[in-house]
């Protein structure tokens, strides 16, 4: 069990660019979630995945904002255009069932300037 | 909608004090209750949950909370603070979907901890 791992940790970008976070759930672990965490402020859901599919994206989640698990393995967060107010910690986690236990990476720090 | 508060944006309490970390919610029923703590530059570690029972929990570092419907309060409490405690901690509530699915977690603003030695 090495644990939830993401990356980048740190990523600092020109409003306007994209950007691409990765996250590597604990192996068997079905479910995989995405948060993000802004200064001052708890996480706020922003999508989760069963396996490969997609089941809930939050209305925090704008146009711009696209995450994938294609093999229900790892998962790519990507930000288009990006915007100050996109700056954040992007916090990903997994469970091995509906009911498990969240397991919380890191965090992938996004910084626009 | 439901909401979590927080209402202790900071606590500094001394090494070998007790400390109890408050926490109210908005619901429209009995949702499952969360403490995860968070080191910095570490991932949120859960400390203990409730989904049912009874409402005095156990988690993890000799911490523990009580659930208690008619206040909508679920405070975490240790009876004598370590200096390694010292992080930031935060409530959160999730849904009692079918299934059990926690997946989608409301999470207060947290408490900031500072222990002194």
């Known amino acids: 069990d090495t644990g939830v791992s993401q990356d980048p940790r740190h990523k600092i970008t020109k409003r306007g660019q994209n950007v691409t976070f990765r996250c590597d759930p604990i192996?068997?672990?079905?479910?995989l979630y995405w948060y993000r965490q802004t200064l001052g402020q708890g996480p706020e859901f922003l999508t989760y995945?069963?396996?490969?599919?997609?089941?809930?994206k939050s209305r925090l989640l704008s146009d711009r904002f696209s995450a994938e698990r294609p093999k229900g393995s790892f998962s790519t967060l990507e930000i288009q255009r990006t915007e100050q107010g996109d700056s954040a910690m992007y916090l990903c986690?997994?469970?091995?069932?509906?009911?498990?236990?969240?397991?919380f990476g890191e965090g992938s720090r996004l910084t626009v300037l | 909608a439901q909401s979590v508060t927080q209402p202790d944006i900071h606590i500094t309490v001394s090494e070998g004090a007790s400390l109890e970390l408050r926490c109210n919610y908005s619901?429209?029923?009995?949702?499952?209750l969360f403490w995860y703590v968070q080191s910095p530059g570490q991932g949120l570690q859960l400390l203990l949950k409730y989904f049912s029972g009874d409402t005095l929990v156990q988690g993890i570092k000799g911490f523990e909370a009580e659930f208690k419907r008619s206040q909508s309060s679920f405070n975490l409490r240790k009876p004598s603070v370590h200096w390694s405690d010292a992080a930031e901690y935060f409530c959160?509530?999730?849904?009692?979907?079918?299934?059990?699915?926690?997946?989608?977690?409301?999470f207060g603003k947290g408490t900031l901890l500072t222990v002194n030695p």
């Open positions: 959160a509530v999730g849904p009692q979907n079918s299934g059990g699915s926690n997946y989608k977690l409301t």
């Open positions: 192996s068997e672990h079905n479910r």
């Open positions: 995945f069963q396996n490969e599919a997609q089941l809930e």
């Open positions: 619901y429209g029923a009995t949702p499952y």
């Open positions: 986690a997994s469970s091995r069932t509906a009911a498990g236990e969240l397991f």
